[in-house]
Nanobody, 126 residues
Framework: QVQLVESGGGLVQAGGSLRLSCAASGRTFSSAVMAWFRRAPGKQREFVAA???????RYADSVKGRCTISRDNAKNTVYLQMTSLKPEDTAVYFC????????????????????WGQGTQVTVSS
């Protein structure tokens, strides 16, 4: 199982940018499908972005064009670059790892991923 630790969250003004990082331990990182989910106050965890082991990507409509997910297998790290942030992006952001090929996940859900980080808070002020 992969252990995940997120970092990079914080407080930012609307229109600003943040880059989240997720450091993974374990030999299976390069073959894992990595994803970011978020949970806003009072809401359920929702999919943000995912990247497969061939660097294919998937984004939620709400962040498409504003977020970029990437991975560095040499560093066992996955990133989420967020730009043009909005107050509605305020949430705890979670990194996740799974083994189901991204090509088989039309709409990734938390149950598709077996390893999770503790989360990092992102707060966007208006």
């Amino acid at each position: 199982q992969v252990q995940l630790v997120e970092s990079g969250g914080g407080l930012v003004q609307a229109g600003g940018s943040l880059r989240l990082s997720c450091a993974a331990s374990g030999r299976t990182f390069s073959s894992a499908v990595m994803a970011w989910f978020r949970r806003a106050p009072g809401k359920q965890r929702e999919f943000v972005a995912a990247i497969g082991w061939t660097d294919n990507t998937r984004y939620a409509d709400s962040v498409k064009g504003r977020c970029t997910i990437s991975r560095d297998n040499a560093k066992n790290t996955v990133y989420l670059q967020m730009t043009s942030l909005k107050p509605e992006d305020t949430a705890v952001y979670f990194c996740a790892a799974g083994s189901i090929p991204l090509s088989r996940l039309n709409s990734p859900i938390p149950a598709n991923f077996g390893s999770w980080g503790q989360g990092t808070q992102v707060t966007v002020s208006s």
